[in-house]
């Protein structure tokens, strides 16, 4: 359960719009309790902050001409709460908004917000689950749009409700139902719909490592303007996947699947998608002050950004994480990911290739608390995209800092 909440949470309360403010929102800050060497003082019920920071982009848009710098504000805050109802029931309520100002692109100015409720219930020590419902709206993802005079923007919602039982201390049974909907707006209305059903059983050790299998069903559809006009990408997806959680003290934790899926249209059987999938993630204390982060993908998955049925990702993200002090934090993330446009209406066209990208972006970032409640952010990403689609590389470089107050 708590791996789901963690999912639909990261999701919905990352920053809102994909630009290098990301670095700065990641940071590891050692008060938070993230390295054994700086436990966290206290743990409070509700969370409280208010930001503003500066970044400067040489490729805001992401042009193969490289040419299209700008300078980006953002003011925003968010809380974050959580509250015992009665007996072993918590509900958990998260918000936050961000205002972008762009100094050349002002037709780009907005206002994203994210909010998310997640209510856990537990009833006796064998049944508990969780009840979330999230929402955001952002800025679409500048490198997937050719339309640089309008602002694009995405409205998504999503509903989970999960549950598990222990039959024996060693045997958990377990179940969820989760909606997701987004809708974009600007130059065409475009949406995606899906809904899921997933079971699974797990065996649990005496240490909590667990192993199981589970099996899940999705039914979804997509609108997009196509060549040959509007399509609804109706589909069923089916998955039988290993899953697994493994963890040697807080030193060492891991979580994984490895599965087979099968994605079938009703009207374009061009683009059904059967193979193998995988998602693995690892964090390593190899000491009390640095932190180590693997994650491995690859999965089909319909994105809102990008007028496709769906796109195969496939990528790795490692990063280290260093606290030189108690005041003082340095991080690193290198991310690469192949993108594979299967669901791209181009493949349609007869004779045209299949959309095939590599992007690789390299993070750098220092967190400095120079006060209690008090932290100063500062970061650099370098990136690339290769495409063999005419237009579609580019680079870029981008420099942030950000100053947080929170309680």
């Known amino acids: 359960m708590k791996k789901a909440y963690a999912v639909l949470a990261s999701a919905l309360l990352a920053p809102a719009v994909a630009l290098a403010f990301e670095t700065v929102d990641t940071l590891p800050w050692p008060s938070d309790g993230r390295f054994p060497a700086y436990p966290r003082e206290s743990t409070r019920p509700t969370d409280l902050w208010f930001h503003a920071g500066l970044m400067r982009d040489d490729n805001l848009l992401r042009l193969d001409a490289g040419e299209e710098a700008d300078t980006v504000t953002r003011l925003g805050g968010g809380f ?139 039914q979804g559809d997509g609108r997009f303007e196509e060549i040959v006009g509007t399509v609804d990408n109706d589909y069923r997806e089916r998955e039988i996947a290993l899953v697994g959680s493994y963890a040697i003290g807080p030193r060492l934790r891991a979580e994984g699947r490895l599965g087979r899926t099968t994605r079938r249209y009703g009207d374009i059987a061009d683009r059904d998608f059967e193979g193998t999938t995988w998602r693995l993630g690892a964090e390593w204390l190899p000491g009390n002050k640095t932190r180590l982060a693997l994650e491995l993908y690859k999965e089909p998955r319909s994105v809102i950004d990008i007028s496709s049925a769906h796109v195969v990702l496939e990528g790795v993200s490692f990063g280290p994480s260093w606290a030189v002090t108690s005041k003082l934090v340095v991080s690193a993330r290198l991310l690469s990911e192949q993108r594979t446009f299967e669901g791209d209406p181009l493949v349609a066209v007869a004779g045209a290739p299949l959309r095939d990208e590599r992007t690789r972006v390299l993070r750098f970032g220092v967190g400095w608390e120079p006060l209690r409640h008090w932290q100063a952010g500062f970061a650099v990403d370098r990136g690339q995209r290769e495409a063999n689609f005419a237009g579609r590389d580019y680079q870029f470089t981008a420099a942030t800092a950000n100053l947080a107050w929170r309680y």
Request: hydrophobic share 35%; proline share 1%; charged share 25%.
């Open 80 to 218: 974050r709460h959580v509250q015992r109802v009665i007996g072993r029931q918590n509900l958990r309520v998260e918000a936050r908004a961000d205002y972008y100002r762009f100094d050349q692109f002002d037709h780009l100015n907005h206002l994203a917000w994210a909010g998310l409720a997640d209510w856990r219930w537990e009833i006796g020590n064998e049944l508990s689950g969780s009840i979330a419902l999230g929402r955001e709206r952002r800025l679409i993802d500048l490198s997937e749009t050719s339309a640089l005079g309008v602002r694009s923007m995405v409205t998504a919602t999503r509903l989970s409700a999960t549950g598990g039982y222990l039959v024996t201390p060693r045997l958990r049974l377990r179940a969820g139902l989760a909606g997701a909907t987004a809708e974009r707006t600007g130059v065409e209305d475009e949406e995606t719909r899906a809904t899921s059903i997933t079971g699974g059983v797990d065996y649990v050790s005496p240490l909590g490592n667990t192993l199981g299998v589970e099996a899940r069903g999705t």
